[in-house]
């Protein structure tokens, strides 16, 4: 491990930048994720196609897609830009179908009732439909955050520097405390976000850990709505 006490900086620094990296394109993940889930959801006649090319969008390979983006959108193929918008494609990929599935899972019920106690479209969306579909969402979410962070290490094949870098350069040297320096700090990067995950679904949706399956969840989770 001498080599890793040494090169404590760098790993460092690769860590902060990996999560940097990651985090924006989980982030912007979820945002393009929403709208396109609920025109899945709200529009039948789009929701195969929606979900179906969204889904193919993660059958791309990685590498190929960090070379063929800066051709289409004209950056630097070593810029974190890059890096980032691949990682956003990815994690629309998997949460599109997650937001769909969320909102479906709503029940009809609930959402009368708002309606009929005078709650717009929007207004019944932001309050009513989207908190109750976020146990569906998070779980994707947690999902498309892991893979994100896993994935992110392939840039350094194009020329972005994060945690990846101690992949390549710990196999060209051979030092195989580097190599598992970095898988380390990947695990403990997609543990740390997997975590905060869990404690921001706990802190956001509240009555997540009071509902109970069956009737009785049927019941708590109106009251808390409405409230």
Not at 29 to 51: E, M, N, T
Not at 199 to 218: E, I, K
């Amino acid at each position: 491990m001498t080599w890793v006490v040494d090169n404590i900086g760098l790993i460092v620094e690769l860590t902060l930048t990996h999560l940097r990296q990651s985090a924006i394109a989980i982030v912007l993940g979820f945002v393009f994720s929403v709208p396109l889930g609920w025109l899945a959801w709200r529009y039948r006649l789009v929701r195969g196609p929606i979900i179906v090319l969204t889904g193919l969008l993660y059958t791309i390979p990685s590498l190929a897609l960090l070379i063929l983006l800066p051709s289409v959108l004209g950056y630097s193929a070593r810029s974190q830009e890059n890096l980032i918008v691949g990682l956003t494609i990815y994690a629309v990929a998997i949460l599109v179908r997650s937001v769909a599935d969320g909102l479906d899972s709503v029940d009809q019920d609930i959402r009368q009732a708002a309606v009929a106690v005078g709650y717009g479209g929007a207004r019944r969306f932001w309050t009513v439909d989207l908190p109750l579909a976020g146990p569906v969402i998070l779980a994707g979410l947690r999902v498309a955050a892991v893979s994100t962070i896993s994935l992110a290490t392939v840039g350094i094949l194009v020329g972005v520097q994060n945690l990846g870098y101690l992949f390549t350069n710990g196999l060209q040297r051979r030092i195989v405390e580097e190599v598992f320096a970095g898988v380390l700090a990947v695990v403990v990067i997609a543990l740390l976000i997997d975590l905060m995950l869990v404690l921001v679904g706990r802190l956001v949706m509240p009555w997540t850990r009071t509902a109970t399956v069956g009737s009785s969840r049927r019941v708590a989770l109106p009251v808390r709505a409405a409230a």
